[in-house]
């Protein structure tokens, strides 16, 4: 069974930065896609990155696009979110996810497996 925990979010100013991590477990990850969305209060989930265990291939949401990195670390089996210049609006509740397959897809419905999320609240 796969598991997902997230760790490392927390409240930050805007223009700070914050790395979350997600400790995967449960197999091996070969042939996965591992992302990150988020969750707003009053708001749908929303896409924000992810990437190709094998390859490294990423895709990002316009909206964090040249001011978040994300990337894998095999020998940890860990996936990280680094967030910088963070605004008031990134506010939310993040989640990891994975699925089986080699595409980098932003839809909500093809991720298996979620993490419990973690809050990143960014002040004013």
């Known amino acids: 069974q796969v598991q997902l925990l997230e760790s490392g979010g927390g409240l930050v100013q805007a223009g700070g930065s914050l790395r979350l991590s997600c400790a995967a477990s449960?197999?091996?990850?070969?042939?996965?896609?591992m992302g990150w969305f988020r969750q707003a209060p009053g708001k749908e989930r929303e896409f924000v990155a992810a990437i190709v265990w094998n390859n490294g291939r990423t895709h990002y949401a316009d909206f964090v696009k040249g001011r978040s990195t994300i990337s894998r670390d095999n020998a940890k089996n860990t996936v990280y979110l680094q967030l910088n210049s963070l605004k008031p609006e990134d506010t939310a509740v993040y989640y990891c996810v994975s699925r089986v397959g080699e595409n980098p897809y932003i839809n909500t419905g093809v991720y298996s497996y979620w993490g419990q999320g973690t809050q990143v609240t960014v002040s004013s």
């Open positions: 449960g197999r091996t990850f070969s042939g996965y896609t």
